[in-house]
């Protein structure tokens, strides 16, 4: 869908992006993550065709970046901004016509998109008394009424009550499922791999680490494991096997929490091991969080 | 192209909507005609809107007789009472309004020197409150053509054949052009001039700081991120001045026509008026008044025999190129800021030279419209729109004109080209002070 080929940005005192490339697949939610100033921003400017990189190029199914792409592309910045005194319906209308709708079309899909998301009363309303919230749903939908085969998301999901988050989680999914390309920037990484198929960690203009969040995940697993239990594990402690190595223990309010790495074998022989001694709550593979990895790469780079 | 068209739409639409757009529409040309209504209505009533006074002349001397004559100001009673202080108590209890006591005996100094006066001195208006300028001034004027008489007759001159005697000079300046002598007037030119300068000077501020506004509304609110993610900078920036362009010329037109609507009604008020006022006042002071035609009446010719189409259309091309100009340096500059506060030191270089033409354009120009200054003036684009705009209606040479306004084209494209570097770097650009060094920098930012 999008390729970025090599691109380098550099502002007058500093480097945004250096040497930065990525291959967004079609269909993908595409998680481009990074703390604050990063460069996240001005590679999806450059996407977006607001600035031109000073080196390197990019691709839009195949052929080079031009304004014709305009319309293809959907974006929701990160600061939100509408027409203060403008009727929320016109704004819609009007940000959908510069996005190449015909004003026909813009009413029809505006319309439906209203009565999506239950704010048909808020037509004829001005932007100014609406909340922070009701903005965002707004703005939404201004950027996905032109129906663009890519959409780039800039923290999407900030000024959402919890339930309102949701529902517009469940709108971009839905996209997705429809064939929506989606490129998604955060900063906040919370549950982030539940999210995207893909991701890309920059930092200080470098990327740092990208590809599949399934990839990347099972390159960070170690064959670990968090048994639950109760029961009295002191006991065994001498009896442990070579293969399994206790690697940490420590006692909660209603069970005890230990950690194995198996070193050799499969977590059913460790189960195995554990069941004659002690009561096993529960178990789980400890994978790091793409937070986790993040903080680990940040502080490494 | 198509986007572009939509900008202006919406620019033009949002403004013409606004209820203040609607008052100011109305609003102004009452404002203006009930202002120039009342201002004829004081001048031609002044008389009879200020009190006449009555003022007690006390003249032991006789020097005065009871030749002075009443006006609407002033008029005067007399009394045979020698000393003031009887008159004083009376004056008091407000009998009258003012005591002119004209002592009697000569002015000796004068008399002692050689001199041939026989007037009197230590005069007196006593009042109980200040008397005004004009009171003043009748009463004086009144007492110096008495003795003006006295004079003439003393020395033997013929006062009836002395008022005959009115020598009337009228001079009518015609224009010599190849096709031909046109008869001109430097008044109207005069006031036409300044009134079609004033009327840039204040649209170009007007609709140039909204554009400013307008431009950094959408840079604090951050729907410009939105928007040049679908249009060019370039293309929102003259979207936005071209849409209030439209806003100014609907707003101008709108004037004209109300006004030409207007102008009718209250002009026959003042002309029936005036009419009757100046055969009254013709009549009573025959002997006082210099010429019989009235001043007033050319004018009005001269005034209809200008030369409208090339007035307007002269006016309109200033209008709109001088708005061009300014306002691409006042998108730039709202480009460039945060907030209104940091507008000032921007706004500054924008407003002197704009603020330089309409002075030195009331000051000079009109006087000298055809001095090297002010041909020098008109050429510079950044004060054309408001000095050629003096020298119009004086009828420049037709060279001079076209030289202006080929200037003002290059300088409006050359403002628009600096003022688009300005205002896409800018309107990315949030929460950092911006110096003039920055400015020039960002000219020569690859996009």
């Known amino acids: 869908m999008l390729s970025i080929r090599d691109i380098t940005k550099v502002y007058a005192n500093h480097t945004a992006l250096s040497g930065l490339s990525m291959e967004i697949e079609k269909g993908s939610i595409y998680g481009l993550l990074g703390p604050n100033g990063a460069g996240k921003t001005s590679l999806i400017r450059i996407i977006n065709q607001i600035t031109a990189p000073d080196s390197g190029s990019i691709f839009f199914e195949g052929e080079p970046l031009q304004p014709k792409h305009i319309g293809a592309i959907g974006y929701l910045p990160e600061e939100r901004g509408l027409y203060k005194k403008m009727e929320v319906g016109e704004q819609v209308l009007y940000l959908a016509q510069l996005k190449g709708l015909s004003r026909k079309e813009a009413l029809t899909r505006a319309k439906n998109w209203f009565l999506q998301l239950e704010i048909q009363d808020w037509w004829t309303k001005k932007v100014e008394d609406l909340s922070k919230g009701m903005q965002q749903k707004v703005q939404f939908i201004a950027t996905v009424i032109h129906e663009p085969p890519f959409l780039i998301l800039d923290e999407p999901f900030t000024g959402f009550d919890p339930i309102n988050a949701e529902i517009i989680k469940q709108e971009i999914l839905n996209l997705n499922r429809k064939g929506t390309t989606i490129l998604f920037s955060t900063h906040r990484l919370e549950n982030i791999e539940e999210f995207c198929t893909h991701l890309t960690l920059i930092n200080q203009s470098k990327k740092i680490l990208d590809g599949k969040t399934k990839d990347i995940l099972n390159s960070y697993r170690s064959n670990t494991y968090k048994i639950d239990f109760i029961g009295n594990l002191d006991a065994i402690k001498n009896q442990i096997p070579h293969h399994f190595e206790l690697k940490s223990f420590k006692t909660g309010a209603e069970y005890q929490e230990a950690e194995f790495k198996i070193l050799d074998g499969g977590v059913n022989d460790l189960v195995s091991f554990l069941l004659p001694h002690i009561q096993i709550q529960g178990i789980r593979e400890s994978i790091p969080s793409i937070q986790d990895i993040f903080i680990q790469k940040v502080s490494q780079s | ?447």
Request: one cysteine or more.
């Open chain 2, 1 to 447: 192209m198509n986007k572009i068209l939509l900008i202006i739409q919406r620019e033009y639409l949002v403004r013409v909507r606004k209820r203040t757009f609607l008052i100011m529409t109305f609003l102004v040309p009452l404002l203006i005609a009930g202002m120039y209504g009342l201002i004829f209505y004081l001048v031609l009533n002044q008389n009879q809107l200020s009190n006449q006074q009555k003022v007690m002349v006390l003249d032991p001397g006789k020097t005065f007789g009871k030749n002075l004559q009443n006006s609407n100001a002033v008029l005067f009673q007399y009394t045979n009472q020698k000393s003031p202080d009887s008159l004083k108590k009376a004056l008091l209890q407000k009998k009258f309004d003012f005591l002119l006591y004209i002592p009697a005996g000569k002015d000796t100094a004068l008399s002692a020197m050689g001199g041939e006066s026989q007037d009197p001195r230590g005069i007196q208006l006593t009042g109980q409150k200040q008397a005004s300028i004009q009171t003043l001034g009748q009463i004086q004027d009144e007492m110096e053509r008495v003795l003006k008489n006295r004079d003439y007759q003393a020395a033997g001159i013929d006062t009836a054949k002395l008022n005959r005697i009115k020598p009337k000079i009228h001079i009518d300046n015609t224009v010599i052009t190849a096709e031909g002598e046109k008869s001109s007037d430097s008044l109207v030119s005069f006031i036409i001039g300044i009134i079609a300068s004033i009327l840039i000077y204040m649209f170009i501020f007007l609709y140039g700081v909204q554009v400013m506004r307008g431009v950094m509304e959408e840079k604090t609110s951050r729907v410009v991120e939105v928007i040049i993610s679908s249009v060019k900078p370039f293309q929102l920036m003259m979207g936005k001045i071209i849409g209030i362009a439209l806003v100014g010329l609907t707003q101008f037109l709108l004037w004209v026509l109300l006004s030409s609507l207007l102008s009718p009604i209250i002009s026959t008020g003042i002309n029936a008026k005036t009419k009757t006022e100046i055969s009254t006042k013709t009549l009573q002071n025959t002997s006082t008044v210099n010429g019989s035609s009235s001043p007033g009446l050319e004018m009005l010719k001269a005034l209809g025999s200008q030369n409208y189409p090339y007035l307007i259309s002269c006016f309109l091309f200033y209008f709109l190129t001088g708005y061009l100009l300014y306002s691409a340096l006042f998108a730039a500059v709202g480009a460039a800021v945060d907030s209104e506060t940091e507008t000032q030191q921007f706004m500054l270089p924008i407003s002197l030279p704009l603020v330089f033409s309409i002075i030195i354009s009331s000051n000079y120009v009109v006087n000298n419209p055809d001095s090297t200054l002010s041909v020098w003036l008109s050429m510079i684009p950044l004060f054309s729109p408001v000095v050629m705009m003096v020298r119009v209606p004086f009828h420049p040479p037709l060279w001079q004109l076209l030289l202006s306004m080929l200037f003002m084209i290059l300088g409006f494209l050359g403002t628009v080209w600096v003022a688009g570097r300005i205002y896409r770097t800018g309107i990315l650009l949030y929460g950092k002070k911006i110096t003039f060094k920055e400015l020039g920098k960002w000219l020569f930012y690859k996009s």
